[in-house]
């Protein structure tokens, strides 16, 4: 038995060791991954401001406040209808998701314009 318990403890040691490379390993990762966060998130602060605003429309979609989050950098937009400088990269993101909004709004009205939405023929009429 002493010998079995020998290598049980060889095995266990090895994997220790095993487990603490792995952490040095994860740790370096992580590290990399930060230092790559925080070169973005420059990038993102040198990038133009724009103006932008998103009416009280839209709160029932987004809620009071949109978080927008690009590569793990988010930003914060007050959907109050008050103008706010956001750089160039998440503009461009809380305008297509306007945009998305817009179309689901405009598809709900035509389908609910009931006195507009016969049609003679299968195939007339374009709801979208």
Known sequence: MPAAKAQNVAVLEA????????????NSQVALAQNRRKELL?????EPLVPMYLSPMYRPYLGNVMTVYINGIHVSFSVDGSTQMVPQTFADDIVSKRLAIDATITK?????????????????????
Request: hydrophobic fraction near 40%; charged fraction near 30%.
């Open 42 to 46: 420059k990038i993102y602060r040198e």
């Open 108 to 128: 709900q009205n035509r389908m609910a314009n009931i006195k507009s939405n016969f049609e003679s023929a299968p195939g007339e009429l374009k709801l979208f």
């Open 15 to 26: 994997a220790i060791a095993t487990s603490k490379d792995a952490v040095k390993v994860f």
